[in-house]
Nanobody
Framework: VQLQASGGGLVQAGGSLRLSCAAS???????????MGWYRQAPGKQRELVAT???????NYVNSVKGRFTISRDNAKNTVYLQMNSLKPEDTAVYYC????????????WGQGTLVTVSS
């Protein structure tokens, strides 16, 4: 499975961005994916989970983004989105999409990362 992330950029505090992550590969490999999600890594900090969504649509968010970010998924397009509203400077990070294997529950697929910069 290959994951291609896009949508990052520079935005002022209070603004919005939408990240996209498209999964590609063989039909079998795509069907092997269950949970997809977004992580982020700010300069000098560890990578942290931002949000996840299962193939059935169940979502989970880190507390710091609840009410501001929305994760969604288009299974027909094999794409996961992260709508980010009311952005804050502390949201500045490289955002990575991730996918987990349905059978093993190992989240071993990573996209290349997209930079989000929020200016104050």
């Amino acid at each position: 499975v290959q994951l291609q992330a896009s949508g990052g950029g520079l935005v002022q505090a209070g603004g919005s961005l939408r990240l996209s992550c498209a999964a590609s590969g063989s039909i079998g490999s795509i069907l092997s994916i269950n949970t997809m999600g977004w992580y982020r890594q700010a300069p000098g900090k560890q990578r942290e989970l931002v949000a996840t969504i299962t193939s059935g649509g169940s979502t989970n968010y880190v507390n710091s983004v609840k009410g501001r970010f929305t994760i969604s998924r288009d299974n027909a397009k094999n794409t996961v989105y992260l709508q980010m509203n009311s952005l804050k400077p502390e949201d500045t990070a490289v955002y990575y999409c991730n996918a987990c294997d349905r059978a093993t529950l190992i989240c071993r697929y990573w996209g290349q990362g997209t930079l989000v910069t929020v200016s104050s």
